[in-house]
Every structure is written in structure tokens, then in C-alpha cells.
């Protein structure tokens, strides 16, 4: 099975698990960066750096950076999301900010052009539709390392 398809894998393995802020353990509880770190460790091994603690509300107080986007592009490989033409394919990282002046508070992986899995306050993991609103929201997104 090639990389994408792990992922996409990996990350529905995850459907069903409940949010908990800062957690990253499939069934028990993730965040959507818990998520995106599961999978990882799940495709590709150990991650490659530990995130710092965060408050749930820690993207409304940066100062001009974009920690989210940052650590990302320490790990990630980005893909230009110039739209109309970027569709995102299995496997992408998806990076949202819900303000233009924001930085990214959200992230989520795609598992095709119009869907992606996620986990957000409130709910369980779950694969959703990408729809208009996501999609007007969409600030960055990335591809794992060795996925062409």
C-alpha cells in the first residue's frame, strides 16, 4: 500500500475516538493535532519533535507567527494551495484559520478531493465533507515526507 493510502488508513483507524485537548492516543482521546501526530507514528514512526503545551485557545494570542504552519514546514512538505487549482489529494495535511489575521488554529488529512478526517472540540474523530466553508478557510497544505 502506498504512503497516502497509509495515511488515509491510519487516520480513519482513528474515527470514533473522542476529543481531548493535547491528547494523541487512538480510542482513548486526540485533538486534531493529537490526530495528525497518531498518524505519523502510525505510518511513518516516532515523531520528530514533542509539541509544546497549548491552551485550546492559543492561535487567537500570537504575535504575527504561525506556530501551527511553522512546525509543519519543519516536518511537512508544503503543497501550494493557490485556489481554484489546488485539490487536495488523500493523504494531504490540511491547515485552517478561521480569521484571514489568524494564524492556523486547525488542522485536519484529507482522504480524497472532497473529504477529510478530523477532530475538533466536542466531538469524536470523524470523516466529514470538505465543503465551501472548509474550504474558504483552507491556509495551508502540506504532504507527508516520501509522498510524491
Request: hydrophobic share 45%.
Amino acid at each position: 500500500m502506498d504512503i497516502p493510502h497509509r495515511i488515509v488508513a491510519e487516520a480513519r483507524a482513528w474515527a470514533g475516538t473522542p476529543y481531548r485537548h493535547q491528547a494523541s492516543l487512538k480510542g482513548v482521546g486526540c485533538d486534531c493535532l493529537g490526530l495528525l501526530r497518531g498518524v505519523w507514528r502510525g505510518v511513518l514512526g516516532p515523531e520528530p519533535e514533542a509539541p509544546p503545551p497549548y491552551a485550546a485557545s492559543w492561535a487567537e494570542s500570537a504575535a504575527g507567527d504561525d506556530p501551527l504552519a511553522e512546525a509543519a514546514r519543519r516536518h511537512l512538505v508544503p503543497v501550494p494551495t493557490s485556489l481554484p487549482t489546488y485539490v487536495p489529494q488523500a493523504g494531504d495535511v490540511l491547515l485552517f484559520a478561521f480569521r484571514a489575521h489568524l494564524p492556523a488554529k486547525h488542522c485536519a488529512i484529507a482522504t480524497g478531493p472532497a473529504a477529510m478526517i478530523h477532530a475538533h472540540d466536542g466531538a469524536a474523530v470523524t470523516e466529514v465533507a470538505l465543503t465551501p466553508w472548509w474550504r474558504r478557510h483552507l491556509a495551508h497544505a502540506f504532504r507527508f515526507p516520501g509522498v510524491d
